[in-house]
């Protein structure tokens, strides 16, 4: 069993929670079907996703406020160890 941790920031690397009040909300799929979803903390804006198989997952980050209104990154979970690990520069801006 693996985990996702998502982080959402602005493009100024500042944790962004919510826009107008209202919570971005995280969703992942795995094979392009619905496993879970979550809004981002409020003070951290991080959403963890716990006790998910090996596989090849999508998060999605979504508000309706937002251009676009959401974003989507592609991972893979291993056994062991996650096959897309974080990095800046790979992180995708709302």
Same mark, same amino acid.
């Given at each position: %069993?693996?985990?996702?941790?998502?982080?959402?920031?602005?493009?100024?690397?500042?944790?962004?929670?919510?826009?107008?009040?209202?919570?971005?909300?995280?969703?992942?799929?795995?094979?392009?079907?619905?496993?879970?979803?979550?809004?981002?903390?409020?003070?951290?804006?991080?959403?963890?996703?716990?006790?998910?198989?090996?596989?090849?997952?999508?998060?999605?980050?979504?508000?309706?406020?937002? %251009?676009?209104?959401?974003?989507?990154?592609?991972?893979?979970?291993?056994?062991?160890?996650?096959?897309?690990?974080?990095?800046?520069?790979?992180?995708?801006?709302?």
């Amino acid at each position: %069993m693996a985990e996702i941790y998502v982080a959402i920031w602005n493009q100024n690397e500042v944790a962004m929670s919510s826009v107008d009040g209202d919570l971005i909300v995280v969703l992942v799929t795995n094979d392009g079907r619905f496993q879970a979803q979550q809004s981002v903390t409020v003070r951290q804006a991080t959403a963890f996703f716990r006790n998910l198989e090996a596989g090849d997952y999508t998060i999605i980050a979504r508000h309706t406020s937002l %251009m676009p209104t959401e974003a989507r990154y592609d991972v893979g979970l291993g056994v062991e160890a996650a096959f897309a690990p974080f990095h800046r520069s790979k992180s995708v801006c709302l």
